[in-house]
Each structure stands twice: as structure tokens, then as C-alpha cells.
């Protein structure tokens, strides 16, 4: 099963973009990985997934590297509200395996 | 649609007592999970589900029950519940059978705790 390694906390100013990594060496070939992201007590909720292509939404952008070997989720211009643990997750088979993610601040 | 239900909300039991936490949802979605957070850590998978009538293991499924006997409604057992079982639980539906390519939908989570 691929395992990812975040930074445990990261902080960013109102404003500007918010560069979020993941490594996850280990992914196979098949494995998509995906973002959420988690604010305060409550549900996560899903942002964006990709496979092999950069992939861009409403929310962010996701960059994988061509060895798949690591990505970076990048929200372009961080809010307040933005403040929340980011989880990167490989989906292996049918399961999501969820790590500790990345505490970000956003800073006014 | 109301998305991903959960109930209760709170839930206090002592050592030993059984319980059910419900969720259901009304997307017509396939795939539903469950999910524990301990406070600082992650979500871990316990069970979940491709479908009614067919469930599967998570990674901590020790003293957890589910059946899926219908597609809206995933419900998970507490046997006999014990302190190490209090924790957050989430449940999460998607629409897809493996989840590939598939955001998943989360429940605003049940808060257990067992004395």
C-alpha cells in the first residue's frame, strides 16, 4: 500500500499561494491520489484528484510529478477560510488510507 | 438532498453497552464507508461497503458490525463497547463501486465517548 509523508504544519499569508507537498514513493501505477482537506471538527471534504496529468478546479491545482513519486496541491490565492489539515491519500483498491496531513495556516 | 446523515451526534455509553450509529444518504450512491479519528491523528477506515448486501474489512475493524441492507442506509455496530473505541466517527458515501475516480461525500461525524 503506498504511504505518503507531509509536512506536519505549514504556514501562508492571506493572499498569496499555499504550496502543499506529499510524497508517496511508493504509489503504483494505478493508484490515484487524491486531496481533502479537513477544517476544524468537521467532515472532510473533498478538493481534487489526479492520476498522471496536472489537474486544475475551482479550488486549486494538483502537480504530479512524471515519476508519480510526489505532488503538490496548490490553492492560488489563499483566504482565511482556508485554514484547515490537508490530507493527501493514495486510493489503494477500494480504500482510502488517510495520514496525519498537513496543518496549514493561513496568516491576514 | 440532505447529502450524508449521521445520528446521534453525541453519544456517551459506558464499558460493555452496544449501540448503533446511523448514516444514511440520498444520492443513490454505491460506495459508503466508515471511518474513526482519534484526537491528532487521521482517519482510519473500519468497514465499508461496494454495494448493498456487500461489505468489506477496513483497517481497524475489531469490535465494529455493519450490514448493508439497503443502498441509502449504512449502519456500524458497537458490540460491547470499550474506552479505546472513543473516538469521532465519519461515514462517507461516493457514487462509484471502487472509488477510482470518485470524490467521496462525508457525514458531519458522530462524537462517542465510552466510560
Known amino acids: 500500500d503506498a504511504k505518503t509523508t507531509q509536512p506536519p504544519s505549514m504556514d501562508c499569508a492571506e493572499g498569496r499561494a499555499a504550496n502543499l507537498p506529499c510524497n508517496h514513493s511508493?504509489?503504483?501505477?494505478?493508484?490515484?491520489v487524491y486531496w481533502y482537506r479537513q477544517i476544524h471538527s468537521q467532515g472532510p471534504q473533498y478538493i481534487i484528484h489526479?492520476?498522471?496529468n496536472n489537474e486544475t478546479n475551482e479550488m486549486a491545482s494538483l502537480i504530479i510529478t512524471e515519476d508519480r513519486k510526489s505532488s503538490t496541491l496548490i490553492l492560488p490565492h489563499a483566504t482565511l477560510r482556508d485554514t484547515a489539515v490537508y490530507y493527501c491519500?493514495?486510493?489503494?483498491?477500494?480504500?482510502?488510507?488517510f495520514g496525519t496531513g498537513t496543518s496549514l495556516t493561513v496568516i491576514p | 438532498n440532505a447529502g450524508v446523515t449521521q445520528t446521534p451526534k453525541f453519544q456517551v455509553l459506558k464499558t460493555g453497552q452496544s449501540m448503533t450509529l446511523q448514516c444514511a444518504q440520498d444520492?443513490?450512491?454505491?460506495?459508503m464507508s466508515w471511518y474513526r479519528q482519534d484526537p491528532g491523528m487521521g482517519l482510519r477506515l473500519i468497514h465499508y461497503?461496494?454495494?448493498?448486501?456487500?461489505?468489506d474489512q477496513g483497517e481497524v475493524p475489531n469490535g465494529y458490525n455493519v450490514s448493508r441492507s439497503t443502498t441509502e442506509d449504512f449502519p456500524l455496530r458497537l458490540l460491547s463497547a470499550a474506552p479505546s473505541q472513543t473516538s469521532v466517527y465519519f461515514c462517507?458515501?461516493?457514487?462509484?463501486?471502487?472509488?477510482?475516480?470518485?470524490?467521496?461525500?462525508f457525514g458531519p461525524g458522530t462524537r462517542l465517548t465510552v466510560t
Open positions: 491519500i493514495p486510493l489503494t483498491g477500494n480504500q482510502f488510507y
Open positions: 461497503s461496494v454495494g448493498a448486501g456487500i461489505t
Open positions: 511508493t504509489i503504483s501505477g494505478n493508484e490515484y
Open positions: 444520492m443513490n450512491h454505491e460506495y
Open positions: 462517507a458515501s461516493s457514487p462509484g463501486t471502487s472509488g477510482r475516480g470518485d470524490e467521496q461525500y
Open positions: 489526479g492520476l498522471k
